[in-house]
């Protein structure tokens, strides 16, 4: 089964950029659609964007934009490109593999979920 993690997380101010990175181990997950979602205190993990094998993405509206997700098969790693950050993006992010055929936006349909990086956006 694949695992995954996530890093690149970290404090910014309002305005700023980050790149966030999700890697695979065991095995490669070039043919699976892989979302990133996002959970802040006492809210439910919410739907940030996702990626099909063939590069089809789809963005939540709140990040449509701003954010670019892509895909680097070859170091079997995925990115979230945020920029223009406001502290409404202040959230621990996480990537998963989708069980599905094509994107969608539940987290039920997501599993190997990483451990997750801390997005901090300070006003």
């Known amino acids: 089964q694949v695992q995954l993690g996530e890093s690149g997380g970290g404090l910014v101010q309002a305005g700023d950029s980050l790149r966030l990175s999700c890697t695979a181990s065991?095995?490669?997950?070039?043919?699976?659609?892989i979302g990133w979602f996002r959970q802040a205190p006492g809210t439910e993990r919410e739907f940030v964007a996702a990626?099909?094998?063939?590069?089809?993405?789809y963005y939540a509206d709140s990040v449509k934009g701003r954010f670019t997700i892509s895909r680097d098969n070859a170091k079997n790693t995925v990115y979230l490109q945020m920029n223009s950050l406001n502290p409404e993006d202040t959230a621990v992010y996480y990537c998963?593999?989708?069980?599905?055929?094509?994107?969608?936006?539940?987290?039920?349909?997501?599993?190997?979920w990483g451990q997750g990086t801390q997005v901090t956006v300070s006003s």
């Open positions: 065991r095995r490669t997950f070039s043919n699976d659609i």
């Open positions: 990626i099909s094998r063939s590069g089809g993405t």
């Open positions: 998963a593999v989708s069980i599905r055929a094509v994107i969608t936006l539940r987290a039920t349909d997501y599993t190997s």
